[in-house]
């Protein structure tokens, strides 16, 4: 998370952003996505095509962590939730 602590503290600063808004190729939304939901129900956690490959949420409905195949959710065992 350091380039997007690195690209909120530019905003902070005044700085403005234009064009396409973007970090080291993860678009600036994903980014978001994966820094503010980091846990809650399974009801609650955002889609795994959204949070995209390598996307990890602790599932507090399974009391699990689980991360992201891009296109399912999957636990440590590697089945789908």
Known sequence: MTVLTTFLDSLNAGSTVSGDLSLEGTSLVRALTLAAVS???????????????????????????????GATWRDSAGTGV
């Open 39 to 69: 846990a809650g129900a399974t009801g609650a956690r955002p889609s795994a095509t959204v949070v995209g490959a390598g996307g990890q949420y602790y599932d507090t409905t399974l009391s699990k962590p689980i991360w992201s195949d």
